[in-house]
Nanobody
Framework: QEQVVESGGDSVQAGGSLRLSCVGS????????MSWFRQAPGKEREGVAG???????YYADSVKGRFTISQDSAKNILYLQLNNLKPEDTAMYYC?????????????????????????RGPGTEVTVYS
């Protein structure tokens, strides 16, 4: 059964950095496009970054230049490097996977839209940024 589990969340001061990890099992990484989402208290879950199987990436405008998504396909681990963190980055962060056919049919990971369109997702890891 496909499964992803996030880790790396912590409480950090504004301007600090974190690296989130998402370890996958039960599936072949090259068969899925991957994304990171986040949900702040009282807000909708939003897409943060995504990566296609050809390693092309996309980022939400709010994190461009600060966050970097990457993947170790051999180990089936997805990463999100968070730099220059701001209090508004405080949220629960989730990784999610969608099958290659659906990903490419939509026009790539940047076109997948809501997290509900993804096949499976993890329980999340919490990031708190204090000023």
């Amino acid at each position: 059964q496909e499964q992803v589990v996030e880790s790396g969340g912590d409480s950090v001061q504004a301007g600090g950095s974190l690296r989130l990890s998402c370890v996958g099992s039960g599936y072949t990484a090259s068969h899925y496009c991957m994304s990171w989402f986040r949900q702040a208290p009282g807000k909708e879950r939003e897409g943060v970054a995504g990566i296609d199987t050809d390693a092309s990436t996309y980022y939400a405008d709010s994190v461009k230049g600060r966050f970097t998504i990457s993947q170790d396909s051999a180990k089936n681990i997805l990463y999100l490097q968070l730099n220059n963190l701001k209090p508004e980055d405080t949220a629960m962060y989730y990784c999610a996977a969608v099958g290659l056919y659906d990903c490419w049919s939509a026009g790539g990971i940047q076109s997948m839209g809501t997290w509900r369109n993804f096949d499976f997702r993890g329980p999340g890891t919490e990031v708190t940024v204090y000023s």
